[in-house]
């Protein structure tokens, strides 16, 4: 198969207009689009990858929403290969390629401390995820609260904070399992990389030490999210990538990410 470039020269602007078809297969084709990790040279669905980008004056910058305007570079790596990479004088060379040689009047600059840019950008990212499905009424808080929806079967996904209680944690798990019909497949919620005090800030609720969504797609978008940070970390396989046809979060993800 032929392997894609990393990014665009230019935007489609040729692309058929005046058919709400050719705008549908327009958005399909970018979200399934594969790039080039520029660390290990493999290729992957955009979706899963990490989007670095070069501003004016020549400093590379995460652009993990994949917006920023202008030439990019995609990472599949994870923290310590792309430390790894940059401590060897591979990641600077990679990046003058993909980007032509950077800016035409300044010189190429990769922040030290590009990883931990990263890894904060991507932590970032799953925070406001967690802040729009509650604002869109899809993510439920409070251990009453969910415990009641978990066993009435409307929990979709169950997460719990980094600090939480072990007491706290089987209790919804059970509630979870009751719920959903799978008492005795020890089925349990997904422990998050991130503990009460940063769940509470980011939700502007107090003491938020679990979370359950409560909307099939929500936990789709939620699952993409976290799969991205937890295989940045080194810590979960690489999130599956879909054209949205099926749940890239499925059960076997579950399986994979929560014993990290």
């Known amino acids: 198969m032929r392997t894609p470039p990393n990014e665009r020269l230019t935007p489609?602007?040729?692309?058929?207009?005046?058919?709400?078809?050719?705008?549908?297969?327009?958005?399909?084709?970018?979200?399934?689009?594969e790039r080039r990790c520029i660390v290990s040279g493999e290729t992957g669905a955009r979706t899963?990858?990490?989007?670095?980008?070069?501003?004016?004056?020549?400093?590379?910058l995460p652009d993990v929403q994949g917006k920023a305007p202008g030439r990019g570079a995609w990472i599949g790596a994870t923290r310590?290969?792309?430390?790894?990479?940059?401590?060897?004088?591979?990641?600077?060379?990679?990046?003058?390629?993909?980007?032509?040689?950077g800016p035409k009047d300044a010189p190429l600059e990769v922040p030290e401390d590009l990883a931990r840019r990263i890894d904060e950008a991507l932590v970032r990212l799953l925070l406001d995820r967690l802040g729009l499905e509650l604002r869109?009424?899809?993510?439920?808080?409070?251990?009453?609260?969910?415990?009641?929806?978990?066993?009435?079967?409307?929990?979709?996904?169950?997460?719990?904070?980094?600090?939480?209680?072990?007491?706290?944690?089987?209790?919804?798990?059970?509630a979870w399992r009751v719920g959903s019909d799978q008492e005795g497949s020890g089925k349990r919620g997904l422990d998050l990389p991130l503990d009460r005090a940063a769940l509470s800030v980011a939700l502007g609720r107090d003491n938020v030490v679990h979370l359950a969504l409560t909307n099939g797609k929500a936990r789709e978008r939620v699952m993409q999210t976290l799969g991205r940070l937890l295989y940045y970390r080194g810590l979960a396989p690489a999130?599956?990538?879909?054209?949205?046809?099926?749940?890239?979060?499925g059960r076997e993800n579950d399986e994979d990410l929560k014993e990290y």
């Open 12 to 33: 489609d602007i040729a692309r058929p207009t005046g058919t709400r078809d050719s705008v549908a297969g327009k958005a399909r084709a970018d979200k399934t689009s």
């Open 48 to 60: 899963g990858m990490i989007r670095l980008a070069i501003s004016p004056s020549g400093l590379v």
């Open 80 to 101: 310590d290969e792309l430390e790894a990479a940059q401590a060897g004088g591979n990641l600077r060379g990679a990046l003058l390629r993909a980007y032509k040689g």
């Open 136 to 174: 869109a009424g899809h993510l439920t808080l409070g251990t009453q609260r969910i415990d009641k929806a978990a066993r009435q079967g409307k929990v979709a996904l169950l997460l719990h904070a980094s600090d939480a209680s072990a007491d706290g944690r089987k209790t919804l798990d059970q």
């Open 239 to 249: 999130p599956m990538q879909t054209d949205g046809a099926a749940d890239p979060a």
